[in-house]
């Protein structure tokens, strides 16, 4: 059976990106392996340390860069959080100094904000109801 263990978020800065998604999103720190120029650097829920990791990977390759703002242009998330409440966490993440570019909305089954990472790319939050 295939799972998924692994997705990955490209980022600008590493260590840019590990502040923002420990510090701001709570996130913790899983791996962090030397990899050349730059890390293989995992975080994972708290409420699941042995579950799916984030990858916060180096947007060094030619396309990533176009990709990113392309996205971040037309307003599109990279990737998709669930949390339980959004409209706690949108306020809880907009005490920290999270910059929503999209406020916490009813959008009928669910609940979506969008945020920007500090790092080139809009996540969006996400609770079904």
């Known amino acids: 059976m295939?799972?998924?263990?692994?997705?990955?978020?490209?980022?600008?800065?590493?260590?840019?990106?590990?502040?923002?998604?420990t510090e701001k999103l709570g996130f913790?720190?899983?791996?962090?392996?030397?990899?050349?120029?730059?890390?293989w650097l995992t975080v994972v829920s708290p409420a699941n340390p042995d579950g799916v990791e984030l990858l916060l990977e180096p947007d060094g390759h030619p396309a990533a860069g176009p990709f990113k703002s392309a996205l971040v242009a037309d307003g599109i998330p990279f990737t998709q959080f669930a949390v339980d409440d959004?409209?706690?966490?949108?306020?809880r993440l907009k005490g920290l100094?999270?910059?929503?570019?999209?406020?916490?909305?009813?959008?009928?089954?669910?609940?979506?904000?969008?945020f920007d990472d500090t790092c080139g790319n809009l996540i969006q939050l996400a609770a079904m109801k």
Do not use: C
């Open 2 to 21: 295939i799972r998924i263990n692994i997705t990955s978020v490209f980022v600008d800065d590493q260590a840019k990106a590990l502040a923002f998604y």
């Open 28 to 39: 913790i720190k899983k791996t962090d392996v030397p990899a050349g120029d730059a890390r």
């Open 86 to 91: 959004v409209y706690a966490e949108v306020e």
């Open 97 to 114: 100094g999270v910059e929503f570019t999209q406020e916490a909305t009813d959008l009928g089954p669910v609940v979506t904000a969008v």
